[in-house]
Nanobody, 112 residues
Framework: QVQVAESGGGLVQPGGSLRLSCAAS????????MAWYRQAPGKQRELVAS????????NYADSVKGRFTISRDNANNTVYLQMNSLKPEDTAVYYC?????WGQGTQVTVSS
């Protein structure tokens, strides 16, 4: 069992930035895939970005390419999502997934 805890969400104006963190309760060095998802009200959960244990990026959703960056820090058992140039349509609950384990999510609201 892996405990997953997201943090870093909040309210930001359009064009602003946030960095989300996802802390794992175990050493993530050997865990294969880590990913960020999001779910907006009334919509299905969608994959935002994913990364391999080697640090290689698997993919980004087309809607966030060029604006979001996923990274991982194995020494601190943490995965990050740097979000720049935020838009109102990025408003959602953001979830971290480590292998098959989900966090509780962190709310991101982009509004003026």
């Amino acid at each position: 069992q892996v405990q997953v805890a997201e943090s870093g969400g909040g309210l930001v104006q359009p064009g602003g930035s946030l960095r989300l963190s996802c802390a794992a309760s175990t050493n993530i060095r050997g865990l294969y895939i880590m990913a960020w998802y999001r779910q907006a009200p009334g919509k299905q959960r969608e994959l935002v970005a994913s990364i391999l244990s080697s640090g290689a990026i698997l993919n980004y959703a087309d809607s966030v390419k060029g604006r979001f960056t996923i990274s991982r820090d194995n020494a601190n058992n943490t995965v990050y999502l740097q979000m720049n140039s935020l838009k109102p349509e990025d408003t959602a609950v953001y979830y971290c997934k480590i292998q098959s384990f989900w966090g509780q999510g962190t709310q991101v609201t982009v509004s003026s």
